[in-house]
């Protein structure tokens, strides 16, 4: 079993930036491909970001240049910069850990590859 807790959202204008925080807890999660999903209100969740236990990463293109994933392994926590905040990135924010299937360097984008979710973490961004 693997918890996962999000923190860090918030309101904010935008432009501006948030920094989202992952803390898993129950296993180590340093081999885990580790990701970043989003679900809007009335629309389907979405992929973000996604680090592999190898260190590859991945972005949606909607958020490539504005957003960064990052991973301390000591800490068992992944992280979510986020820079030049858009009105269409409010959603609630999911932190999700993959914990079977074939471990990869470049970490899987779907949501069904997934089998550990937080509860989410609320970030609104104004015009």
């Known amino acids: 079993q693997v918890q996962l807790v999000e923190s860090g959202g918030g309101l904010v204008q935008a432009g501006g930036s948030l920094r989202l925080s992952c803390a898993a807890s129950g296993r180590t999660i340093s081999s885990y491909a580790m990701s970043w999903f989003r679900q809007a209100p009335g629309k389907e969740r979405e992929f973000v970001a996604a680090?592999?236990?190898?260190?590859?990463?991945s972005y949606a293109d909607s958020v490539k240049g504005r957003f960064t994933i990052s991973r301390d392994n000591a800490k068992n926590m992944v992280y979510l910069q986020m820079n030049s905040l858009k009105p269409e990135d409010t959603a609630v924010y999911y932190c999700?850990?993959?914990?079977?299937?074939?471990?990869?360097?470049?970490?899987?984008?779907?949501?069904?590859?997934?089998?550990?979710w937080g509860q989410g973490t609320q970030v609104t961004v104004s015009s």
């Open positions: 680090i592999s236990g190898f260190g590859g990463i």
């Open positions: 999700a850990a993959r914990t079977n299937g074939r471990r990869t360097v470049v970490p899987g984008v779907s949501l069904g590859q997934y089998d550990y």
